[in-house]
């Protein structure tokens, strides 16, 4: 992880500056710099305002300075509405009179081409050697909508945030800021600051997250970021926020752009850097989201509601075939939709009418209307039962008058009872005419209002989805690994990793021809035959494997045949030798892979072998730590799970031992750090225990 860019100090500069500098101010209408002047005055900006445009004396009734020379020293933010090639000297101005920060509008640098990349490059140098915190360039600044400042010439909606938890923005792209701000505030949600980021020069998504955490005004922090600059750096902060309560919803875009590579041998590659970004920071507490409703949806439950624990959700609901449409889109996204347990069900049976079955969802039929009490008399029992994680409310809206009969008591009944875990409201009627004062009492309630369960139940789902991965507390294995980088061929990488608890075939590394029938002999014909070397990680491909050699005059004849074979595909390839094992039997195949990327660390592959790891993409990431029972769950997920639990007369296979080999290969990566890939493919489960027939590690 680098160290922080800035501190908290600084960055408040900018989010909360005293005093202002307009660089290229204006009094244009559309101007950059009229735009940011009529905002900042807009939002009630109560500190100083300097104005600089060496063209003009005044601009309205504020004088206008000729020169940044002219500017008092430490001024907290100045804004430059100039063009591009006027940033960096301009920036250097500023330096020099110890401005504590910037916000650049201007585009061309990053993004366009080498002399852009260069003039970045300088821009970063000087806003560093100064200490200035600089957003952007090529962004839409900021807005504080708890201090009144707006370094922005785009009108930011939204209220003053008063006394109200609100929703820290930070986001690369200055438009869906803008627009995550808009859907925010149409829901009756307060927003601390939004920063637009742009290019990040010199201070990062991850800067201004770390100021976050620690703001007082910010409960939950909604992100739009298309790539982390320090991907190590936002795991810890991700950590940090998760043990201070403080939920973080990321919409990272790319999810096809990162797709999956597929290669031979490394497993690592089949899986893009999205797949890998998600795991490792849902393993952080990160809830990530795949589209800008989502976001806004599951920040209006985390707001509102509070985190939401993972566990079992429950549906209060009015209609049989919606009951049927529930369970199938929850089974669907992994929403579990638990039993109630003894004394649940009994309350509930006590609750309602014999012609209601108690299940879940419960479908209340229409009895509310002629029965209010029943609200009461089940969400009573569904609040006190501590397995229940969350309750969603499912109502019938249809037109004002019946909408009106159900939320007074649904409204008394919230209020009057204890609320501990998150209780959200969803209409099943998008587009009925519902009273908005009612759905105004409920999120005073603090109880989020969706128009549609689906959307509710997405939301649960994400959020549930997070929070700090547990460990197994077991100890990091670190490997002696041999001298210089590249591929360690297969017998060395087998005989590092069994020092890690995985289990490989009998076997014997052979130089010549003679130690390998005394292996032969050793292990017990029939035998495979492999060719070794640290640039033949391709076996196959070079004619560098042979099953089933019966005998020493076959293994004889397939030595010759193999060193003949390698030397057509790579002539002068130098072979170590030779790998003799014992003929496996057929069993499960799984494909097991273990990857440091280089941006987020350890992770690891598995799937099952053949065509659902490479055509199907039948594929888990796991994190690497997690404890055995977390595995066995990420194991059951596959989509050909049940080949595991025995298929058309095929025994059922030990999948905790699958799950060992998924955790030794954790604890090698976790203590290796020099290790950048492991492949084990395949790995054969069988009824008791599970065997990887091939391994390479690569450093």
């Not at 031979?264 to 899986?271: E, K, L, P």
């Not at 012609?355 to 006190?384: C, H, K, M, W």
């Not at 031992?657 to 054969?684: C, F, K, Q, S, Y």
Request: hydrophobic content about 45%; some cysteine.
């Amino acid at each position: 992880m680098k160290p922080a860019r800035f501190t908290t100090a600084q960055v408040r500069r900018l989010l909360s500056p005293r005093s202002v500098a307009i660089v290229g101010a204006s009094d244009k209408p559309g101007a950059l710099g009229a735009s940011c002047l009529q905002n900042l005055l807009d939002r009630g900006f109560s500190g100083d305002i300097h104005l600089i445009n060496p063209n003009r004396d005044r601009i309205g009734d504020r004088p206008c300075l000729k020169s940044i020379d002219d500017l008092p020293e430490g001024v907290d933010a100045a804004v430059l509405a100039i063009p591009g090639p006027a940033v960096l000297a301009t920036v250097e101005a500023l330096a020099k009179r110890k401005v504590g920060s910037a916000v650049i509008f201007s585009a061309g640098f990053g993004e366009g081409g080498e002399e852009g990349k260069a003039a970045q490059r300088a821009l970063a140098r000087i806003a560093h050697e100064a200490g200035m915190v600089v957003e952007g360039p090529n962004c839409l600044g900021l807005t504080n909508l708890v201090d009144g400042v707006a370094l922005s010439f785009i009108e930011m909606p939204g209220d003053p945030l008063g006394g109200r938890p609100g929703v820290g923005i930070v986001s690369q792209s200055g438009a869906m800021a803008v627009v995550l701000a808009t859907t925010l505030h149409a829901k009756g949600l307060g927003v601390s600051v939004s920063v637009s980021t742009g290019n990040e020069a010199a201070s990062g998504a991850e800067d201004y997250i770390d100021y976050l955490i620690d703001d007082p005004h910010t409960q939950v922090i909604a992100l739009i970021i298309e790539q982390f600059r320090d991907a190590g750096r936002f795991l810890e902060l991700a950590r940090r926020a998760a043990q201070a309560g403080k939920p973080i919803v990321l919409l990272h875009p790319g999810r096809s752009a990162a797709a999956r590579e597929s290669a031979a041998t490394h497993t690592g590659a089949m899986a893009g850097d999205w797949d890998v970004m998600r795991v490792k920071v849902t393993a952080a507490g990160v809830t990530v989201v795949e589209n800008l409703e989502e976001l806004g949806d599951a920040t209006d439950i985390a707001l509102r509601a509070g985190r939401v624990p993972a566990g079992g959700t429950v549906v209060l609901a009015e209609s049989g075939a919606f009951k049927a449409l529930t369970l199938d889109l929850c089974d669907g996204i992994g929403l579990p939709l638990p039993r109630f347990g003894a004394e649940t069900h009994a309350a509930l049976r006590a609750a309602m009418p014999d012609f209601i079955e108690v299940s879940n969802p419960l479908d209340l039929t229409a009895q509310a209307l002629v029965d209010p009490g029943i609200y009461r008399r089940t969400l009573e029992p569904l609040l006190a039962d501590p397995a229940i994680s969350s309750i969603v409310i499912a109502i019938i809206q249809t037109e004002p008058k019946t909408a009106m009969r159900k939320f007074p008591p649904i409204l008394e009944t919230l209020s009057g009872l204890e609320r501990t875990k998150p209780v959200i409201y969803a209409g099943l009627d998008e587009g009925a005419e519902v009273p908005a004062e009612p759905i105004a009492e409920l999120r005073r309630m603090g109880v989020p209002y969706f128009p549609t369960a689906d959307r509710a139940f997405r939301a649960i789902a994400r959020l549930a989805g997070a929070g700090i991965a547990a460990t197994d507390g077991q100890a990091p294995v670190a490997l002696d690994l041999p001298v210089g980088g590249g591929a360690i061929p297969e017998y060395r990488s087998k005989a590092l990793l069994a020092e890690a608890g995985i289990s490989f075939p009998r076997g014997r590394f052979a130089a010549t021809l003679a130690e390998g029938k005394a292996a032969a002999a050793e292990v017990g014909y029939p035998v495979v035959l492999k060719a070794q070397a640290a640039a033949l990680s391709h076996k196959s491909d070079a004619g560098g494997v042979k099953l089933n050699i019966a005998d020493d005059a076959a293994l004889e004849a397939a030595w010759t045949a193999m060193e003949a074979s390698v030397e057509a595909y790579s002539p002068g390839l130098k072979l170590d030798g030779m790998l003799i094992e014992g003929m496996g039997e057929r069993g499960l195949e799984f494909i097991i892979g273990a990857r440091n990327d280089a941006d987020w660390g350890p992770v690891i592959l598995v799937g099952f072998g053949g065509v659902q790891a490479e055509v199907l993409k039948d594929v888990r990431l796991i994190e690497p730590g997690l404890p055995h029972d977390a595995i066995v769950a990420e194991l059951r997920k596959l989509k050909s799970a049940a080949l595991m639990d025995g298929w058309r007369g095929s025994p059922a296979v030990d999948v905790d031992a699958v799950a060992g080999v998924v955790t030794a290969l954790g604890r090698v990566l976790m203590g290796t750090p020099g290790i950048r890939e492991i492949d084990l493919n395949p790995v054969v489960a069988y009824p008791k225990g599970a065997v990887a027939l091939d391994a390479l590690i690569y450093t």
